[in-house]
């Protein structure tokens, strides 16, 4: 019978206790391999067809929700201030707050990452991201247009030292440009050079 995966999302890379418990208890009783994903995310693999649903019910109340198409993407983030001696914000209260503003319904098809960043080493890829934000010492700069793979692209600067409200409002702004264009799959970097583009280079 065929194997199934399924990935947990780990909202600012937290894994809860009571989840890692029930995720190891399934590992342990279906023989799973646990697999950590780039985007911070817990994947677990080799799922048997007959136990899928029974895994997925016991994950689900242990407070887990699935990684599906149709979800605002969550930030990838690192672990920023207090826990980085060079952390100059608090990256998970930032990831928190754009979650907690734009949770929700997000065509599918669309494909979009969103990184936050405490300091300009960017250890969580914010230059690399559609959008990224990172942490500087006047507030937040907020980059666009970035994109990793094969022909990586460093996002261009759209804001500076900004105040977390203005890094809202940016993303409230390139998110209805990049689904006002809704082509499946475009990333932001392919529309730097559209006329209707919101912001501009800083
Ligand atoms: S980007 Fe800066 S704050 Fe974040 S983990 Fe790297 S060095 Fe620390």
């Known amino acids: 019978m065929a194997k199934e995966k399924l990935t947990i999302l780990l909202p600012t890379g937290h894994l809860p ?22 985007r911070q995310n817990l994947r677990l693999i080799d799922i048997p067809g007959h136990a899928y649903e029974e895994v997925r019910q016991e994950l689900a ?3 887990a929700r699935f990684q599906e198409p149709g979800l605002f993407p969550l930030p990838t ?9 060079h952390g100059l914000f608090d990256t998970e209260a930032v990831s ?30 914010a230059k690399l991201a559609d ?10 700069d907020v980059f666009a247009g970035g994109k990793g793979g094969a022909a990586p ?8 030292g900004v105040a977390l409200g203005e890094v809202i409002r940016i993303i409230e702004d390139l998110v209805a440009f ?11 970097a392919e529309l730097m050079d559209d006329p209707e583009f919101p912001l501009s280079a800083c």
């Open 17 to 38: 206790l009571g989840l890692m418990e029930a995720a190891r208890q399934l590992a342990a009783v279906h023989s799973l391999r646990v697999y950590l994903t780039n």
């Open 61 to 63: 109340k242990a407070g």
């Open 77 to 85: 983030v690192c672990v920023g201030k207090p826990d980085c001696r």
């Open 96 to 125: 928190t707050e754009i979650m907690r503003q734009f949770d929700g319904c997000f065509p599918s098809g669309s494909r979009l990452k969103i990184a936050v960043s405490g300091c300009c080493r960017c250890c969580s890829g």
């Open 131 to 140: 959008i990224g934000v990172m942490g500087t010492r006047d507030g937040c």
């Open 153 to 160: 692209i460093v996002g261009c600067r759209v804001a500076r």
């Open 178 to 188: 990049h689904q006002h264009k809704g082509v499946p799959g475009q990333r932001i």
